[in-house]
């Protein structure tokens, strides 16, 4: 009888053990690219840190930085056609009211968790008090010259953002973002006035930087004083900003064209598919990508011990707070709105996170994304293709919640407190700053200046922040991704009812169309009738 228990129970044990070994294999088979990905982000910590006791040349870490440099020039190479091709394929099938609610639905969400995500840093900062004045006395001031010649103000900002919004030639959007830079010159006594525009269209006015005169001016001559002067010049980069009004704009009128512009929605709808094709390939090179960055970054920093003594509280504050937005205000919001678990929608997500966190730009990662919330998660193509190329330059959750937090420890190694009135200044500038700052060149040091500026905090201090900047600009990039991607989840949960309807619209239309077709040659028939042809 006993004998008899322990074969039935040998046999149930080995039964569980096959099943589970077959699912595992079956999931296995079902995730092999996420499972590639993530492999491929731990191997490049692990080979990263084992290298850096090998002290490699600059030429070893060049040649272990260039696989992942191809994948980031190989993912900003499908960006152009991917968003010109997305917002117009996918809007020109929505008609105008439609298209309107969506848009409010998406800036409703990206105000919340933005607000939430600075009151979330304000809040981890004050609490945790990382800043400490002992840390200045370690700083670099190498790049102070730096810093100065990225000085701005907010009216530049403001104004630099909404002239980005309307370029003046689209062929040069596709490849020159516009902006405000100030460079520290000599002036004599006499005051400046404003210069005229240069031959290369880049428009310059001057100003005073110091107004500081000596006391014995008998003469009346003033000595030479600096001023900043004001350009306005064109730099490297996709004018995304730009390019998505004109193809929104593109797509609503197209879609209210009807059959005149048949063609040219069936030929955006096959662009973006072969797009879509090849980003699939590319994925499939991502892991190999991934890892090299990885490693080649760790292997070419700088003393970790150092700078984690230094800014070891920093990091510390930063990471908290952008770990509580994450888990705390976006899949709160996701689950709110939706009524389904956020952890099963962030597996769907986890290859354009992990993506985000090797190539460190939330633009590179959008064909990556759009896979995933079409493929992993079902939503819709036209929801996804509207909002994430938005996503990618309207949402600064991370970028905000990491401005604030490094504007309130500057002032803490200072020694300064701020006020309730400077805090909300902070707040205020860092989301206005980092709006539309994904293709700025240095976007996390320009936005620093600006939020310091704004609230008259010391510059001098920028430098060790950057120190660590390469890490925490990875970390806030990967959490900025995840919030567009919720954000497409919630924009397609709202807007079920209104795309069914217009897809039944769409259906209607196409049966008419087909019974015009078919009753052709009936009327063919009634103009020219047969039985009246005699046959002799």
Same mark, same amino acid.
């Given at each position: 009888?006993?004998?008899?228990?322990?074969?039935?129970?040998?046999?149930?044990?080995?039964?569980?053990?096959?099943?589970?070994?077959?699912?595992?294999?079956?999931?296995?088979?079902?995730?092999?690219?996420?499972?590639?990905?993530?492999?491929?982000?731990?191997?490049?910590?692990?080979?990263?840190?084992?290298?850096?006791?090998?002290?490699?040349?600059?030429?070893?870490?060049?040649?272990?930085?260039?696989?992942?440099?191809?994948?980031?020039?190989?993912?900003?190479?499908?960006?152009?056609?991917?968003?010109?091709?997305?917002?117009?394929?996918?809007?020109?099938?929505?008609?105008?009211?439609?298209?309107?609610?969506?848009?409010?639905?998406?800036?409703?969400?990206?105000?919340?968790?933005?607000?939430?995500?600075?009151?979330?840093?304000?809040?981890?900062?004050?609490?945790?008090?990382?800043?400490?004045?002992?840390?200045?006395?370690?700083?670099?001031?190498?790049? *102070?010259?730096?810093?100065?010649?990225?000085?701005?103000?907010?009216?530049?900002?403001?104004?630099?953002?909404?002239?980005?919004?309307?370029?003046?030639?689209?062929?040069?959007?596709?490849?020159?973002?516009?902006?405000?830079?100030?460079?520290?010159?000599?002036?004599?006594?006499?005051?400046?006035?404003?210069?005229?525009?240069?031959?290369?269209?880049?428009?310059?006015?001057?100003?005073?930087?110091?107004?500081?005169?000596? *006391?014995?001016?008998?003469?009346?001559?003033?000595?030479?004083?600096?001023?900043?002067?004001?350009?306005?010049?064109?730099?490297?980069?996709?004018?995304?900003?730009?390019?998505?009004?004109?193809?929104?704009?593109?797509?609503?009128?197209?879609?209210?064209?009807?059959?005149?512009?048949?063609?040219?929605?069936?030929?955006?709808?096959?662009?973006? *598919?072969?797009?879509?094709?090849?980003?699939?390939?590319?994925?499939?090179?991502?892991?190999?990508?991934?890892?090299?960055?990885?490693?080649?970054?760790?292997?070419?920093?700088?003393?970790?011990?150092?700078?984690?003594?230094?800014?070891?509280?920093?990091?510390?504050?930063?990471?908290?707070?952008?770990?509580?937005?994450?888990?705390?205000?976006?899949?709160?919001?996701?689950?709110?709105?939706?009524?389904?678990?956020?952890?099963?929608?962030?597996?769907?997500?986890?290859?354009?996170?992990?993506?985000?966190?090797?190539?460190?730009?939330?633009?590179?990662?959008?064909?990556?994304?759009?896979?995933?919330?079409?493929?992993?998660?079902?939503? *819709?193509?036209?929801?996804?293709?509207?909002?994430?190329?938005?996503?990618?330059?309207?949402?600064?959750?991370?970028?905000?919640?990491?401005?604030?937090?490094?504007?309130?420890?500057?002032?803490?190694?200072?020694?300064?407190?701020?006020?309730?009135?400077?805090?909300?200044?902070?707040?205020?500038?860092?989301?206005?700053?980092?709006?539309?700052?994904?293709?700025?060149?240095?976007?996390?040091?320009?936005?620093?200046?600006?939020?310091?500026?704004?609230?008259?905090?010391?510059?001098?201090?920028?430098?060790?922040?950057?120190?660590?900047?390469?890490?925490?600009?990875?970390?806030?990039?990967?959490?900025?991704?995840?919030?567009?991607?919720?954000?497409?989840?919630?924009?397609?949960?709202?807007?079920?009812?209104?795309?069914?309807?217009?897809?039944?619209?769409?259906?209607?239309?196409?049966?008419?169309?087909?019974?015009?077709?078919?009753?052709?040659?009936?009327?063919?028939?009634?103009?020219?009738?047969?039985?009246?042809?005699?046959?002799?």
């Amino acid at each position: 009888m006993k004998n008899k228990l322990n074969d039935e129970f040998e046999t149930k044990v080995r039964r569980r053990f096959f099943c589970s070994k077959k699912s595992f294999v079956h999931w296995l088979n079902g995730n092999r690219l996420l499972v590639l990905t993530f492999a491929g982000v731990l191997s490049g910590a692990v080979v990263g840190f084992s290298a850096r006791t090998l002290r490699p040349s600059e030429d070893a870490v060049m040649l272990i930085l260039f696989p992942g440099e191809l994948l980031v020039r190989t993912l900003k190479l499908i960006i152009l056609p991917l968003i010109v091709s997305s917002l117009i394929s996918g809007l020109s099938q929505l008609d105008a009211a439609v298209c309107g609610r969506m848009g409010v639905r998406v800036l409703c969400y990206y105000l919340l968790t933005t607000t939430a995500a600075i009151i979330i840093g304000i809040t981890c900062v004050l609490v945790i008090h990382p800043g400490n004045p002992n840390t200045r006395s370690q700083r670099n001031d190498d790049d *102070d010259d730096d810093v100065l010649s990225m000085m701005t103000t907010t009216l530049d900002a403001f104004l630099t953002l909404i002239r980005n919004l309307f370029p003046e030639n689209l062929i040069q959007a596709c490849f020159q973002i516009q902006q405000t830079v100030y460079e520290v010159k000599r002036s004599s006594g006499h005051s400046p006035s404003p210069s005229a525009a240069s031959p290369n269209n880049n428009s310059s006015v001057t100003f005073d930087l110091s107004f500081s005169q000596t *006391d014995n001016e008998t003469d009346g001559s003033r000595q030479p004083r600096e001023v900043f002067v004001r350009n306005l010049v064109y730099s490297d980069g996709i004018n995304i900003m730009g390019l998505i009004v004109f193809c929104i704009v593109f797509g609503i009128v197209m879609g209210k064209m009807g059959e005149k512009v048949k063609v040219m929605k069936e030929f955006f709808t096959v662009l973006n *598919d072969v797009i879509m094709r090849i980003v699939e390939l590319v994925m499939w090179y991502s892991p190999l990508g991934i890892m090299c960055l990885i490693a080649g970054r760790i292997i070419s920093l700088p003393d970790l011990a150092e700078t984690a003594e230094q800014l070891g509280l920093y990091i510390a504050t930063v990471l908290t707070g952008l770990a509580i937005h994450l888990f705390g205000t976006i899949f709160l919001v996701y689950f709110a709105v939706t009524r389904k678990n956020p952890f099963a929608y962030f597996k769907g997500i986890l290859e354009a996170w992990m993506t985000a966190i090797g190539t460190d730009s939330s633009t590179a990662t959008i064909p990556v994304a759009m896979h995933c919330v079409e493929e992993n998660l079902g939503v *819709d193509r036209r929801v996804s293709r509207f909002v994430l190329p938005i996503g990618a330059t309207v949402n600064v959750d991370g970028n905000a919640l990491y401005e604030a937090i490094a504007a309130i420890f500057v002032a803490q190694m200072h020694g300064i407190s701020l006020s309730v009135g400077k805090i909300v200044a902070v707040s205020l500038t860092a989301t206005f700053a980092s709006v539309g700052s994904g293709s700025v060149p240095s976007a996390g040091l320009f936005t620093m200046i600006l939020v310091l500026t704004a609230v008259g905090l010391p510059l001098q201090d920028i430098s060790l922040l950057v120190s660590v900047d390469w890490l925490m600009d990875r970390i806030r990039t990967s959490v900025t991704v995840a919030g567009d991607c919720f954000g497409a989840g919630i924009v397609h949960h709202l807007s079920q009812k209104e795309l069914k309807a217009k897809d039944e619209d769409r259906e209607e239309e196409e049966e008419e169309e087909e019974e015009e077709k078919l009753n052709e040659p009936n009327a063919i028939e009634d103009e020219f009738p047969l039985n009246h042809i005699s046959v002799e």
